[in-house]
């Protein structure tokens, strides 16, 4: 833009003076307005990371994949593949965000989920790269993120109410493996005699003493042995 011609006809300005003043304030304008931006940022934003390690980063994986990510045409699948005694198998397909920036409403409040993979380190018990959930929302409700987390641990534990997990052995770890099972009634379990009546009573009041257990420093655990012929 043109300047004005008592500066244009100033020595000092024309003499390089001028030019350094006006780069310094330029200079000092584009730093003042990056820390305003880090500023605001931190007041009306609050952010929430979530390390695939933590158990939450699958409860939440999971509480995505039931109410799906807004406008999202780029998306990751995760196979649970089991196969019974008999010989069946079976194979259950969850579509999950993709590594990349995804949206979600939650409670009239849109989310944004930043999944981001690491390439050069990994888990070495699992081969897996690690991963990190970023959850970014308005500071209008401080406690949605805690309102997210336990409804996906709600969503999750009922999930696997009434059922069997079946966990595997990753490393130093364990974790769940496949989808949980349908517990078998306990009316299918024929033993001898009243010996299933006597084994689920025991168990029942065994369920029900373990601060007894632990006030005496027993070792809380049972175990019951069965002999005969297989299937008599």
């Known amino acids: ?33 990056a820390s305003l931006e880090s500023v605001l ?26 109410r799906g990510v807004h406008g999202s045409r780029h998306l990751g699948v995760e196979t649970t593949y089991a196969k019974d005694n008999a010989g069946r198998q079976f194979a259950s397909f969850d579509f999950v965000p993709s590594p990349g920036r ?27 790269p690690w991963e990190t959930l970023t959850l970014t929302t308005l500071s209008l409700r401080p406690t949605l993120f805690q309102e997210l987390l336990q409804e996906a641990k709600e969503a999750a534990l009922m999930r696997e109410e009434g059922k069997t997990v079946i966990f595997q052995s990753y490393g130093h770890e364990w974790r769940p493996f496949g989808a949980p099972k349908r517990v078998r009634p306990f009316g299918s379990v024929i033993l001898d005699g009243n010996a299933s009546e006597e084994i689920f009573q025991d168990v029942s009041e065994f369920l029900q003493c373990h601060d007894w257990y632990l006030a005496r420093g027993i070792p809380y655990r049972r175990g019951y042995l069965l002999h005969g012929p297989p299937g008599c």
């Open 41 to 66: 940022r931190r007041q009306l934003l609050m952010s929430l990371e979530i390390p695939s390690k933590d158990y939450a980063y699958q409860w939440v994986m999971q509480w995505l994949v039931a």
């Open 102 to 128: 995804h949206w979600v409403r939650y409670r009239g409040n849109f989310i944004r989920i930043e999944r981001e993979r690491e390439h050069r380190t990994m888990d070495m018990s699992t081969g897996s």
């Open 1 to 33: 833009f043109p300047l004005p011609e008592w500066l244009a006809g100033n020595p000092y300005f024309t003499a390089g003076f001028g030019l350094g003043a006006m780069g310094f304030a330029m200079s000092f304008a584009r730093t003042g307005a």
